[in-house]
């Protein structure tokens, strides 16, 4: 079935040739702005002191990973600051390099809770918390995507 699919996709003009070219040229793009705008979405409520569902999850982690010296609304808003430049140098495309070293950083801080705090994360099963912390498992391998080309990788259509 999928190589009749196929073939009418190739008949009609070599549509999956021009889909799959498009999608060589344009994809990493589009990528690395939807990444960017994951990132501000989720930087932009930690500004706004009890609007960021993550705001203790983040507090907390934070504090742990500086041994207290961080903590509080300090550490949230370093998260949102870090999250902001992390989101805008891949929106814009500029800084990327820059972007994807504080986001390989960041990652550990991302990550953490689910070491840092097994007591929250999977109480009965995984927690809301451990669900948020489980999504950014995509928003990595996005990352290493992104990296790849912003070293040189491209997508070439075969």
């Known amino acids: ?63 742990v990973l500086t041994f207290g010296i961080v903590g509080g609304q300090a550490a949230v808003l370093l998260t949102a600051v870090v999250e902001t430049v992390i989101g805008l140098t891949l929106l814009t495309g500029r800084l990327v390099r820059l972007g994807l070293v504080v986001l390989a950083v960041a990652l550990v801080g991302i990550m953490s809770p689910l070491v840092l705090f097994p007591e929250l994360m999977y109480a009965g099963g995984p927690s809301l918390e451990a669900q948020y912390v489980f999504k950014d498992i995509v928003l990595a391998a996005a990352g290493l995507v992104v990296g790849a080309q912003s070293l040189g990788a491209r997508l070439r259509a075969a």
Do not use: C, Q
């Open 1 to 63: 079935m999928s190589t009749i699919r196929t073939t009418a996709l190739r008949t009609p003009g070599g549509l999956n040739d021009r889909v799959r070219d498009w999608l060589a040229a344009h994809s990493l793009s589009i990528l690395r702005i939807s990444l960017g705008l994951v990132f501000l979405a989720f930087a932009i409520p930690k500004y706004v002191p009890g609007l960021s569902p993550a705001e203790g999850l983040a507090a907390a982690t934070i504090e």
